[in-house]
Protein backbone atom coordinates (compact mmCIF):
# COMPACT_ATOMS: atom_id res chain seq x y z
CA UNK A 1 0.00 0.00 0.00
CA UNK A 2 1.50 3.67 -0.90
CA UNK A 3 0.71 6.40 0.92
CA UNK A 4 0.51 9.65 -1.56
CA UNK A 5 2.27 13.04 0.82
CA UNK A 6 1.63 16.54 0.14
CA UNK A 7 3.70 19.39 0.44
CA UNK A 8 1.97 22.34 1.77
CA UNK A 9 2.60 25.37 0.03
CA UNK A 10 3.88 28.32 1.03
CA UNK A 11 1.99 31.43 1.00
CA UNK A 12 3.50 34.68 -1.14
CA UNK A 13 5.03 36.85 1.64
CA UNK A 14 7.76 37.57 4.39
CA UNK A 15 8.95 34.65 5.78
CA UNK A 16 10.05 34.12 9.64
CA UNK A 17 13.24 34.32 9.09
CA UNK A 18 13.08 38.11 7.85
CA UNK A 19 12.44 40.41 10.13
CA UNK A 20 9.82 43.16 9.61
CA UNK A 21 12.02 46.53 9.39
CA UNK A 22 11.20 48.85 12.15
CA UNK A 23 10.98 52.49 12.28
CA UNK A 24 14.45 53.02 13.20
CA UNK A 25 15.36 51.12 9.68
CA UNK A 26 12.50 53.22 8.14
CA UNK A 27 14.04 57.12 9.84
CA UNK A 28 17.43 56.07 8.84
CA UNK A 29 15.98 55.19 5.16
CA UNK A 30 13.99 58.83 5.43
CA UNK A 31 17.84 60.84 6.50
CA UNK A 32 19.38 58.80 3.29
CA UNK A 33 16.58 59.64 0.76
CA UNK A 34 17.22 63.56 2.05
CA UNK A 35 20.30 63.42 2.41
CA UNK A 36 20.94 62.62 -1.28
CA UNK A 37 17.93 64.35 -2.65
CA UNK A 38 18.64 67.95 -1.04
CA UNK A 39 21.82 68.41 -3.41
CA UNK A 40 19.58 67.24 -6.45
CA UNK A 41 16.60 69.62 -5.50
CA UNK A 42 18.76 72.38 -4.90
CA UNK A 43 21.18 72.54 -8.36
CA UNK A 44 17.43 72.38 -10.21
CA UNK A 45 15.94 74.82 -8.36
CA UNK A 46 19.25 77.17 -8.35
CA UNK A 47 19.42 76.74 -11.79
CA UNK A 48 15.70 78.86 -12.05
CA UNK A 49 16.91 81.37 -9.74
CA UNK A 50 18.71 84.54 -11.05
CA UNK A 51 21.86 85.27 -10.01
CA UNK A 52 21.44 87.65 -7.64
CA UNK A 53 19.00 85.58 -5.79
CA UNK A 54 21.68 82.39 -5.79
CA UNK A 55 24.48 85.25 -4.42
CA UNK A 56 22.06 86.53 -1.73
CA UNK A 57 20.57 83.51 -0.31
CA UNK A 58 22.85 80.48 -2.00
CA UNK A 59 21.16 77.00 0.24
CA UNK A 60 17.84 77.98 0.10
CA UNK A 61 15.39 75.77 -0.89
CA UNK A 62 12.28 78.11 -2.26
CA UNK A 63 12.05 78.93 -6.46
CA UNK A 64 11.73 82.72 -5.34
CA UNK A 65 11.52 83.72 -8.58
CA UNK A 66 12.17 81.11 -10.95
CA UNK A 67 12.62 82.32 -14.60
CA UNK A 68 13.90 79.89 -17.62
CA UNK A 69 16.61 83.17 -18.28
CA UNK A 70 19.38 80.80 -17.01
CA UNK A 71 18.44 78.10 -19.61
CA UNK A 72 17.81 80.35 -22.55
CA UNK A 73 21.18 81.91 -21.91
CA UNK A 74 22.97 78.24 -21.50
CA UNK A 75 21.13 77.53 -25.14
CA UNK A 76 22.28 81.16 -26.82
CA UNK A 77 25.67 80.79 -25.41
CA UNK A 78 27.25 77.38 -25.39
CA UNK A 79 27.05 75.10 -28.73
CA UNK A 80 24.87 71.87 -26.94
CA UNK A 81 24.12 70.91 -30.58
CA UNK A 82 27.48 70.82 -31.74
CA UNK A 83 28.74 69.08 -27.88
CA UNK A 84 25.90 66.70 -28.98
CA UNK A 85 26.92 65.77 -32.20
CA UNK A 86 30.37 65.45 -31.66
CA UNK A 87 28.95 62.66 -28.25
CA UNK A 88 27.47 60.32 -30.64
CA UNK A 89 30.19 60.35 -33.49
CA UNK A 90 32.44 59.58 -30.73
CA UNK A 91 31.03 57.17 -29.44
CA UNK A 92 29.57 55.45 -32.33
CA UNK A 93 32.93 54.74 -33.31
CA UNK A 94 34.69 54.01 -30.72
CA UNK A 95 31.92 51.97 -29.71
CA UNK A 96 32.35 50.21 -32.97
CA UNK A 97 36.10 49.86 -32.69
CA UNK A 98 35.88 48.39 -29.65
CA UNK A 99 33.39 45.72 -30.56
CA UNK A 100 35.30 44.85 -33.84
CA UNK A 101 38.69 44.89 -32.45
CA UNK A 102 38.57 43.46 -28.78
CA UNK A 103 36.99 40.22 -29.44
CA UNK A 104 39.23 39.25 -31.66
CA UNK A 105 42.19 39.77 -29.32
CA UNK A 106 40.17 38.06 -26.59
CA UNK A 107 39.78 35.24 -28.78
CA UNK A 108 43.18 35.39 -29.61
CA UNK A 109 44.28 34.98 -26.29
CA UNK A 110 41.69 32.09 -25.60
CA UNK A 111 42.20 29.94 -28.16
CA UNK A 112 45.55 30.19 -30.02
CA UNK A 113 49.34 29.43 -28.40
CA UNK A 114 52.05 31.47 -29.24
CA UNK A 115 55.06 32.45 -27.31
CA UNK A 116 55.04 34.87 -24.83
CA UNK A 117 51.18 34.42 -24.74
CA UNK A 118 51.17 34.71 -20.79
CA UNK A 119 53.45 37.37 -20.79
CA UNK A 120 51.67 39.74 -22.99
CA UNK A 121 48.56 38.21 -20.97
CA UNK A 122 49.94 39.22 -17.69
CA UNK A 123 51.08 42.72 -19.02
CA UNK A 124 47.47 43.53 -20.33
CA UNK A 125 46.33 42.56 -16.44
CA UNK A 126 49.06 44.67 -15.15
CA UNK A 127 47.35 47.69 -17.20
CA UNK A 128 44.29 46.99 -15.60
CA UNK A 129 45.58 48.29 -12.37
CA UNK A 130 46.68 51.52 -13.98
CA UNK A 131 44.35 54.56 -13.22
CA UNK A 132 43.24 56.42 -16.40
CA UNK A 133 44.16 59.97 -14.83
CA UNK A 134 48.23 58.22 -14.75
CA UNK A 135 47.68 58.29 -18.92
CA UNK A 136 46.63 61.25 -19.15
CA UNK A 137 49.68 63.56 -19.29
CA UNK A 138 51.70 61.00 -21.31
CA UNK A 139 48.44 61.08 -23.68
CA UNK A 140 48.66 64.84 -24.34
CA UNK A 141 52.28 64.55 -24.92
CA UNK A 142 51.70 61.04 -27.42
CA UNK A 143 48.76 63.43 -29.13
CA UNK A 144 50.64 66.55 -29.47
CA UNK A 145 53.66 65.24 -31.45
CA UNK A 146 51.43 63.63 -33.69
CA UNK A 147 49.79 66.70 -34.12
CA UNK A 148 46.36 65.44 -32.89
CA UNK A 149 45.55 68.11 -30.25
CA UNK A 150 41.30 68.69 -30.47
CA UNK A 151 40.95 66.13 -33.20
CA UNK A 152 38.26 63.31 -32.82
CA UNK A 153 41.35 60.66 -33.41
CA UNK A 154 42.82 61.61 -30.58
CA UNK A 155 39.42 60.98 -28.38
CA UNK A 156 38.65 57.62 -30.20
CA UNK A 157 42.07 55.91 -30.76
CA UNK A 158 43.16 55.50 -27.00
CA UNK A 159 40.30 54.09 -25.39
CA UNK A 160 38.86 52.22 -28.24
CA UNK A 161 40.94 48.85 -27.60
CA UNK A 162 41.54 48.42 -23.92
CA UNK A 163 42.24 45.90 -21.66
CA UNK A 164 39.28 45.86 -19.57
CA UNK A 165 37.24 45.24 -23.30
CA UNK A 166 39.44 42.54 -24.07
CA UNK A 167 39.31 40.55 -20.70
CA UNK A 168 35.46 41.07 -20.84
CA UNK A 169 34.28 40.45 -24.80
Do not use: H
Not at 77 to 85: A, L, N, Q, R, S
Amino acid sequence: MTSLMTRRTEKPGRSLSQPRPGPLQYLVLGLLAVVFVYPIWWAVSSSLKPPTDIVRDPLSFSLGSATLDNYRAMFDDVPIGTGFVNTVLVVAVKGAMTMFFCPLAGYAFAKYRFPGKNLLFGVLMLTLMLPTLVLVIPLLLEMSQLGWVNTYQALILPGSIDAFSIFWI
